[in-house]
């Protein structure tokens, strides 16, 4: 019998686009809604769903990839944000039988045609059939520098490190590499023109529970960058001086804003 890894990787989709999904509890929508559309510099699509729960942020040049969830009573996410990722392929249905091969779980197949599924740690994510192909650059803003949200962030137990590095780079089909200088870090090489990049970052101390995500920003001016966000209604967590910042958006959730170059998305 193949290894499961490579009996998939011969009859896998290509993810063609991933977008990062921020799924909001509707007392924090509006606010949430309000800050990533100026953090972005993006505009807010007409809402749209049953319940009118769902919104895009619009980029001025290229094809969307950050969209925004208003979660309801009922859901799981409804207790606090959250983030989902939606990958981009010809067929949902075909991808998810690959995923269960690899250790997914299907929670709801959809009768608009996307599948729901939950990684081995946990992790939610759909398979979608949009298929979308120009990545927006950067943003310039008045200050002179440029940003992105360009990144998310699975922040894995370290119980559920290695299985959910295998379970990602073999349903992406995308290499891994390591950091050379933090042993907790990994990341899935993505191909030219995805918008974002997923970071395997390996949790510390006593840390259980499913694997969520949080978004990353690239910038050339990290101090202007963050002061920005602070201005819009972001609180400060941690200036780490290694690359990076963790701050908090207005509705709780965490974030990241590094040093990475925002047009390559590599370290600088």
Same mark, same amino acid.
Request: glycine share 10%; with cysteine; charged share 20%.
């Given at each position: 019998m193949l290894p499961v890894c490579l009996a998939y990787s011969r009859t896998m989709t290509r993810v063609s686009w991933v977008t990062a999904f921020l799924d909001l509890p509707p007392d924090v929508h509006a606010v949430g809604t309000h800050f990533w559309a100026a953090v972005t510099g993006y505009a807010v699509s007409p809402p749209r769903g049953e319940e009118a729960e769902f919104t895009t942020l619009l980029p001025p040049v290229g094809d969307p990839y950050l969209k925004i969830q208003r979660t309801g009573c009922d859901d799981a996410s409804a207790a606090g944000p959250g983030l989902h990722l939606d990958l981009h392929v010809a067929s949902?249905?075909?991808s998810a039988a690959?995923?269960?091969?690899? /250790?997914a779980t299907v929670l709801h197949r959809s009768e608009h045609g996307y599948?729901? !599924? &939950?990684?081995p740690g946990g992790f939610t994510f759909c398979f979608v059939h949009e298929q979308l192909s120009d990545r927006p650059l950067p943003t310039r803003w008045p200050q002179q520098h440029e940003s992105i949200v360009d990144q998310v962030a699975l922040d894995i137990p370290a119980d559920d490190y290695e299985t959910e590095c295998g379970f990602w780079a073999?349903?992406?089909g995308w290499p891994v590499r390591g950091s050379v200088s933090r042993p907790e870090l990994r990341h899935l090489v993505r191909p030219d023109?995805?918008?974002?990049?997923?970071?395997?970052?390996r949790l510390g101390g006593e840390a259980v529970g499913p694997v969520t995500g949080h978004l990353d920003l690239a910038c050339d001016d990290r101090p202007t960058e963050v002061s920005r966000h602070l201005g819009l /209604?972001?609180?400060?967590?941690?200036?780490?001086?290694?690359?990076w910042?963790? !701050? &908090?958006d207005p509705t709780g959730a965490l974030y990241c804003v590094t040093d990475r170059d925002p047009r390559s998305g590599l370290g600088r």
């Amino acid at each position: 019998m193949l290894p499961v890894c490579l009996a998939y990787s011969r009859t896998m989709t290509r993810v063609s686009w991933v977008t990062a999904f921020l799924d909001l509890p509707p007392d924090v929508h509006a606010v949430g809604t309000h800050f990533w559309a100026a953090v972005t510099g993006y505009a807010v699509s007409p809402p749209r769903g049953e319940e009118a729960e769902f919104t895009t942020l619009l980029p001025p040049v290229g094809d969307p990839y950050l969209k925004i969830q208003r979660t309801g009573c009922d859901d799981a996410s409804a207790a606090g944000p959250g983030l989902h990722l939606d990958l981009h392929v010809a067929s949902a249905d075909h991808s998810a039988a690959g995923a269960q091969g690899l /250790g997914a779980t299907v929670l709801h197949r959809s009768e608009h045609g996307y599948v729901v !599924l &939950r990684s081995p740690g946990g992790f939610t994510f759909c398979f979608v059939h949009e298929q979308l192909s120009d990545r927006p650059l950067p943003t310039r803003w008045p200050q002179q520098h440029e940003s992105i949200v360009d990144q998310v962030a699975l922040d894995i137990p370290a119980d559920d490190y290695e299985t959910e590095c295998g379970f990602w780079a073999a349903l992406t089909g995308w290499p891994v590499r390591g950091s050379v200088s933090r042993p907790e870090l990994r990341h899935l090489v993505r191909p030219d023109g995805i918008p974002i990049r997923l970071l395997l970052q390996r949790l510390g101390g006593e840390a259980v529970g499913p694997v969520t995500g949080h978004l990353d920003l690239a910038c050339d001016d990290r101090p202007t960058e963050v002061s920005r966000h602070l201005g819009l /209604g972001a609180t400060l967590v941690a200036d780490h001086g290694g690359g990076w910042t963790t !701050l &908090r958006d207005p509705t709780g959730a965490l974030y990241c804003v590094t040093d990475r170059d925002p047009r390559s998305g590599l370290g600088r």
